[in-house]
């Protein structure tokens, strides 16, 4: 029960701030300590750990700035590759369209020679058959489907005004 009694007596604020005082000077005493040893260059564990913390952080700090100057660059090589490769697909896409209009050119002119070809197809199935008046069914067949080829492909002038007509009223015979 002393115990008790001796506990209850005691000044909780006195207490602390006696601890707190200590704490404080000891703390003020191992600054100084620490102090005083890297004056002398004398090391211990805890201004070694320090210093290995000092280093490492150092170091980091170097290999982050290696490491950002080689994204920078790995930027500017990926930008210089992008436009490189936008002038190369410019310059093919220019090369595809044109050799595009170079094939429409190409068609347009086998179209047209085709149709002239047909033309001169159907004016010699005329001349062979206008004066006998006759022709056959196979005959009469490869005309008619030439001359839909004809119409197809865009052909037309004197070989519907004079070829059809002469040639519809040909008779057909076996």
Known sequence: MEIITELTTINYLSLFLKIF????????????????????GLQNKWTRNKRKEHDLLIKTTQGLSLLQQK?????????????????????????????????????????????KEMKSSLIHYYNKYKDSGEWSKLEKDAFWDLFDDYEKRGGNGYIHSIVEPAMRELREID
């Open 21 to 40: 005082t200590i704490l404080i000077g000891a703390k003020a005493i191992i600054s100084v300590l620490e102090w005083f040893c890297e004056k002398l």
């Open 71 to 115: 994204h920078d660059e790995s930027v500017r090589q990926s930008i210089r590759h992008d436009e490189m490769l936008k002038t190369d697909i410019s310059s093919l896409t220019d090369t595809v369209n044109g050799i595009a209009a170079t094939l429409c050119d190409m068609q347009i002119k086998n179209n047209q020679t085709k149709i």
